[in-house]
């Protein structure tokens, strides 16, 4: 199984980690993500004025081009492929996913859209579908089979999932139910670490607020992370590269200033999943990007290092 | 040599064609480009031409048709006049130049954000695409831009000649082209290896080798620069120094 | 307590309209239970709270509405949306109230000043984010 897959702006330069994690993953469990070969910034976070057409063009060129894809792909696979595409980023994923609602639903704004894309030979038909890649890990995949291919159970980690906001919100763009979501739970459990229950799942960590208005983060990270070592998680895991970089960067801001004295490791949810199927080398884990290194704290448990693992 | 030709044409009765400069009704020739246009008109241009070759970017215009709501941009020195054209010639394009080391910046995305943001604001309209004489896709540079894929932005911006059409038409109010620039500088610097041709001749002109051909350009009087202009050989590279 | 008669002018009335118009939200379904005050992440840093934005639009008090700094804290979390039983789009009427105030004066775009150490690691998305949230475009 393929799926045409939309890697988003981060993934390609400063979340490199996650995406590459991810496409490892999906080729071990046979549902492979083939990246768009073209492809713009969606605008990360969705409009919600009704008039305002010109930030909706950007997605929308983003399905017409996922659709020719999924043709291609079609064409040279000589499969099935779902008219899907499958997004990384929690944010592409709830623009994508908002507009094309919106535009399925309202033709007068798809057609004015279209005009625009009428230069590069591209129409959006409407007919696509935009999923996360958790959406495909839990309903194409199966817990089951990710169960099954653990080579390496994440013994001794107790994970705070973090879904953020934008994979719950709103209605028409989640993926699990807005007040209990257990979709990343699911995950860790199947991955063999301890699920930490918390209420502050969905607890918005400031967003592009880190530009300009850093205090607000600030505040709240400290918050979330008081939360998540109270109820005594040592690591957390997110779906977005902006709430990687808030809760990493701030953790730095806080410990600087006094306010906290350790700080807790942040992981994509692809980065712990590759880690427990086995997945090889560690060059595709690009811990470097991240600002609170997480490697010590892997060591410490075994879960990297030749020492131990072999 | 433009001269002779509209005389030879205007003795032998040519077809006009009406178009519109600044609102004003004008015939002209058919087969002239929008410059020469513009000059047969009585205009003289004294900002916004250059080579009249198609190569330095100098000569933007913006017109429309008639019967067709599209705004069209070109440069005026390689486009010939159609009837029922309304334009114009731009002299400047305003766009904000930020000054920066090359050696203080690394070849990622947030190099170029560092000192362009408004990257950031592109809305995938593909305005600037549709505008660029050199059917550059902008659009996709830009895009490439955001993603860190300097490479790709440097080979697919390699043909623009800054004319600016990109940055007038842009709803996000990006310099494109100083942009491209960026991206160019970095991905020459850091992603590919320096010639060792290149090296030589840096490294020729810090010891001061071509010095004395300068100086004796500097100071020769007009008459004989423009003799040596005219009668320079492009062939003759061995001496060295002759073309410059 | 002192109190203050509220003046439905003409003007109020086109405020209210725009803001209705721009977000696709009905205000007047608003019954003020403050759920959505309760539920925001962000409303001990806003001057007026949630649903005290949504009442000075319902009565049209522009000004109030217009001076606060609530719909620039907000961060577009949809949390208020996602709760309000009676389904007016908060974060929507949030985001109009931006909106309203960038076309009418675009000069409130901040020019974005970033240190040195978010030039290297700042993932573009915080600034394609704030881009579409604080400027007119």
Same mark, same amino acid.
């Given at each position: 199984?393929?799926?045409?897959?939309?890697?988003?702006?981060?993934?390609?330069?400063?979340?490199?980690?996650?995406?590459?994690?991810?496409?490892?993953?999906?080729?071990?469990?046979?549902?492979?993500?083939?990246?768009?070969?073209?492809?713009?910034?969606?605008?990360?976070?969705?409009?919600?004025?009704?008039?305002?057409?010109?930030?909706?063009?950007?997605?929308?060129?983003?399905?017409?081009?996922?659709?020719?894809?999924?043709?291609?792909?079609?064409?040279?696979?000589?499969?099935?492929?779902?008219?899907?595409?499958? @997004?990384?980023?929690?944010?592409?994923?709830?623009?994508?996913?908002?507009?094309?609602?919106? *535009?399925?639903?309202?033709?007068?704004?798809?057609?004015?859209?279209?005009?625009?894309?009428?230069?590069?030979?591209?129409?959006?038909?409407?007919?696509?579908?935009?999923?996360?890649?958790?959406?495909?890990?839990?309903?194409?995949?199966?817990?089951?089979?990710?169960?099954?291919?653990?080579?390496?159970?994440?013994?001794?980690?107790?994970?705070?999932?973090?879904?953020?906001?934008?994979?719950?919100?709103?209605?028409?763009?989640?993926?699990?139910?807005?007040?209990?979501? @257990?979709?990343?739970?699911?995950?860790?459990?199947?991955?063999?670490?301890?699920?930490?229950?918390?209420?502050?799942?969905?607890?918005?960590?400031?967003?592009?607020?880190? *530009?300009?208005?850093?205090?607000?983060?600030?505040?709240?990270?400290? @918050?979330?992370?008081?939360?998540?070592?109270?109820?005594?998680?040592?690591?957390?895991?997110?779906?977005?590269?902006?709430?990687?970089?808030?809760?990493?960067?701030?953790?730095?801001?806080?410990?600087?200033?006094?306010?906290?004295?350790?700080?807790?490791?942040?992981?994509?949810?692809?980065?712990?999943?590759?880690?427990?199927?086995?997945?090889?080398?560690?060059?595709?884990?690009?811990?470097?990007?991240?600002?609170?290194?997480?490697?010590?704290?892997?060591?410490?448990?075994?879960?990297?290092?030749?020492?131990?693992?072999? | 040599?433009?001269?002779?030709?509209?005389?030879?044409?205007?003795?032998?009765?040519?077809?006009?064609?009406?178009?519109?400069?600044?609102?004003?009704?004008?015939?002209?020739?058919?087969?002239?480009?929008?410059?020469?246009?513009?000059?047969?008109?009585?205009?003289?241009?004294?900002?916004?031409?250059?080579?009249?070759?198609?190569?330095?970017?100098?000569?933007?215009?913006?017109?429309?048709?008639?019967?067709?709501?599209?705004?069209?941009?070109?440069?005026?020195?390689?486009?010939?006049?159609?009837?029922?054209?309304?334009?114009?010639?731009?002299?400047?394009?305003?766009?904000?130049?930020?000054?920066?080391?090359?050696?203080?910046?690394?070849?990622?995305?947030?190099?170029?954000?560092?000192?362009?943001?408004?990257?950031?604001?592109?809305?995938?309209?593909?305005?600037?695409?549709?505008?660029?004489?050199?059917?550059?896709?902008?659009?996709?540079?830009?895009?490439?831009?955001?993603?860190?894929?300097?490479?790709?932005?440097?080979?697919?911006?390699?043909?623009?000649?800054?004319?600016?059409?990109?940055?007038?038409?842009?709803?996000?109010?990006?310099?494109?082209?100083?942009?491209?620039?960026?991206?160019?500088?970095?991905?020459?610097?850091?992603?590919?290896?320096?010639?060792?041709?290149?090296?030589?001749?840096?490294?020729?002109?810090?010891?001061?080798?071509?010095?004395?051909?300068?100086?004796?350009?500097?100071?020769?009087?007009?008459?004989?620069?423009?003799?040596?202009?005219?009668?320079?050989?492009?062939?003759?590279?061995?001496?060295?120094?002759?073309?410059? | 307590?002192?109190?203050?008669?509220? #003046?439905?002018? #003409?003007?109020?009335?086109?405020?209210?309209?725009?803001?209705?118009?721009?977000?696709?939200?009905?205000?007047?379904?608003?019954?003020?239970?403050?759920?959505?005050?309760?539920?925001?992440?962000?409303?001990? #840093?806003?001057?007026?709270?949630?649903?005290?934005?949504?009442?000075?639009?319902?009565?049209?008090?522009?000004?109030?509405?217009?001076?606060?700094?609530?719909?620039?804290?907000?961060?577009?979390?949809?949390?208020?949306?996602?709760?309000?039983?009676?389904?007016?789009?908060?974060?929507?009427?949030?985001?109009?109230?931006?909106?309203?105030?960038?076309?009418?004066?675009?000069?409130?775009?901040?020019?974005?000043?970033?240190?040195?150490?978010?030039?290297?690691?700042?993932?573009?998305?915080?600034?394609?984010?704030?881009?579409?949230?604080?400027?007119?475009?």
């Amino acid at each position: 199984m393929k799926y045409s897959y939309f890697p988003g702006c981060n993934l390609k330069t400063n979340s490199v980690g996650f995406e590459e994690t991810a496409i490892a993953v999906s080729k071990k469990l046979n549902a492979e993500l083939v990246e768009m070969p073209e492809w713009n910034c969606c605008g990360t976070i969705h409009t919600q004025t009704t008039d305002n057409l010109m930030k909706r063009i950007a997605p929308v060129r983003n399905l017409a081009r996922a659709a020719e894809h999924v043709k291609n792909l079609e064409n040279s696979s000589k499969e099935v492929i779902h008219k899907q595409v499958v @997004t990384l980023c929690s944010m592409c994923n709830s623009t994508l996913k908002i507009v094309n609602a919106e *535009v399925k639903e309202d033709t007068d704004k798809l057609e004015p859209i279209n005009w625009q894309l009428e230069y590069d030979n591209l129409e959006y038909k409407g007919d696509m579908e935009v999923k996360h890649f958790l959406e495909i890990l839990r309903d194409d995949i199966g817990y089951e089979t990710i169960m099954e291919s653990v080579e390496k159970p994440l013994k001794g980690m107790r994970i705070a999932s973090y879904y953020g906001c934008m994979l719950l919100h709103p209605e028409i763009a989640k993926i699990d139910d807005q007040e209990a979501p @257990t979709v990343m739970e699911s995950i860790v459990q199947a991955l063999g670490a301890e699920v930490i229950d918390w209420p502050f799942f969905k607890f918005c960590c400031g967003s592009y607020h880190i *530009v300009g208005e850093e205090d607000l983060v600030n505040i709240q990270v400290h @918050t979330l992370i008081d939360a998540a070592k109270k109820r005594n998680a040592n690591s957390i895991i997110v779906a977005c590269p902006l709430c990687r970089y808030n809760l990493e960067h701030e953790q730095i801001e806080l410990i600087k200033n006094g306010k906290m004295k350790n700080s807790l490791p942040i992981f994509y949810f692809t980065q712990l999943m590759a880690l427990a199927l086995g997945i090889k080398p560690m060059k595709l884990y690009h811990f470097e990007e991240h600002l609170v290194n997480p490697k010590p704290f892997l060591k410490e448990l075994g879960l990297i290092g030749r020492k131990k693992s072999k | 040599m433009s001269k002779t030709k509209s005389e030879t044409k205007q003795s032998a009765e040519p077809e006009k064609v009406r178009i519109y400069i600044m609102g004003s009704r004008y015939d002209v020739p058919t087969g002239l480009t929008i410059m020469k246009a513009m000059e047969y008109a009585g205009f003289k241009i004294t900002r916004g031409a250059g080579c009249r070759a198609g190569f330095c970017g100098a000569c933007s215009t913006v017109y429309r048709k008639a019967g067709d709501f599209r705004i069209y941009a070109a440069l005026a020195c390689q486009t010939p006049v159609e009837d029922g054209m309304v334009l114009t010639q731009l002299p400047f394009v305003p766009a904000p130049k930020p000054k920066y080391k090359i050696d203080d910046l690394r070849p990622s995305a947030n190099s170029i954000l560092r000192y362009y943001p408004e990257v950031a604001r592109c809305l995938s309209c593909n305005a600037c695409t549709r505008v660029c004489p050199q059917e550059i896709n902008v659009m996709n540079y830009i895009q490439d831009c955001l993603h860190g894929k300097l490479a790709k932005a440097a080979e697919e911006s390699f043909d623009c000649v800054q004319c600016g059409l990109c940055t007038i038409r842009c709803p996000a109010e990006i310099p494109q082209y100083h942009v491209a620039m960026l991206a160019r500088r970095l991905h020459g610097k850091y992603n590919i290896p320096t010639p060792k041709y290149l090296e030589i001749r840096v490294k020729e002109l810090e010891d001061g080798k071509y010095e004395e051909g300068f100086q004796e350009l500097m100071t020769i009087d007009k008459k004989k620069l423009k003799e040596r202009y005219t009668t320079r050989d492009f062939m003759d590279q061995k001496k060295g120094g002759g073309d410059e | 307590m002192p109190f203050e008669y509220i #003046k439905m002018d #003409k003007e109020a009335l086109k405020f209210i309209d725009t803001i209705e118009e721009i977000s696709g939200s009905n205000v007047y379904l608003c019954y003020d239970c403050g759920k959505c005050s309760s539920g925001c992440a962000f409303v001990y #840093k806003m001057d007026l709270t949630v649903n005290q934005v949504i009442s000075y639009i319902k009565t049209g008090q522009k000004e109030k509405v217009l001076s606060a700094n609530s719909p620039w804290v907000c961060s577009s979390c949809l949390t208020c949306t996602v709760r309000c039983p009676r389904e007016v789009d908060i974060a929507a009427v949030m985001e109009a109230v931006r909106e309203y105030t960038l076309r009418n004066e675009p000069e409130r775009l901040k020019r974005i000043e970033l240190t040195d150490e978010m030039k290297k690691n700042l993932p573009n998305i915080a600034l394609v984010g704030s881009y579409r949230k604080k400027s007119e475009l």
